[in-house]
């Protein structure tokens, strides 16, 4: 299971500034594992801090668990890479990556998350971002800079760095870096082939201190067809089989019809059912023995009714859909294990 291994508060946030944040507010959750306030970041030990990361770990160890542990997000909701370059001096988004009082200022903070967890036996990976990009969704986040100055270069060279930084921290567990499995491939016109956010799914995967390759898919945010995302499935597969080296579907989701029509505006052919869809994706990863994580789990009767559905979410008390795509899902990846 992943999840935020990190929390940021911005003391300087200016109401309508940017990063915006996501519906948490600005910062302003009880629970916050850093803050940032004219250029110091502060790291928050306390009971409103890291010690509520550490009931998290603790109730993974208890229960079997193993995280996957986030240390920031490529997007403002919960502070992410936006918060750090503004309060040290950065005015891209993609300065994040190769600043070096950001980078220094994100190392400092890795250091401490990685340093308190890395002998726990809950921890099944560290992920150096949530969908790191050299841009963000140019609203509630910093402009990407100008020209080719971001590229894949940039990125795989920090990706390379923070692996080896944490592996010098932690030898025990896995890196990975939470990528969405952008291609490059020179010439093509599709910005998920063509490196056009700073992907390249291939040197990235190949990079010594990755221990895993991750891949995410929600077509109907980046208006793909079907057919297109089986493809995107096949081809992450074959990385891993080119590459011999484990290949996560870590993120994917395919709207429910009411909410395709109310967030893009759009319907699909009626046999385009999320069990129809989302089962080939299940099928397609486990032809190629892969491993996947979908978006998201759905639970009621919680003190707060029911988790949040932000479009994707799979309720388990939804047995039409829960049936195939949860249960009858880890009785199939049960069975390819028993075979490996």
Known sequence: MRTWAFNDKNATYIPGGLPMYGGEGAGESPIYFQSFKDGVATINYGPDGLQALDKVVKIAEETGIKLVMALTNNWADYGGMDVYTVNFGGKYHDDFFHSPKIVNAFKKYTAAVVSRYKDSPAIFAWELSNEPRCGADGTKNLPRSAGTNCSHVMVTDWIADMGKFIKGIDKKHMVTWGGEGEFYEEGNEDWAYA??????????????????GTFHLYPDWWDKTVEWANKWVTDHGKAQVKLNKPVLFEEYGWLHPDDRLAFVNRTVPANQTRVAVIGEWQKISLEYKMSDAYWQLGVCGLSIGCNNNDGFTIYLNDTKESRPLIFQHAKDVAKVNSRL
């Open 195 to 212: 490196g056009a956010d700073g992907g390249h799914f291939y040197n990235e995967l190949a990079l010594k201190d990755m221990d895993f």
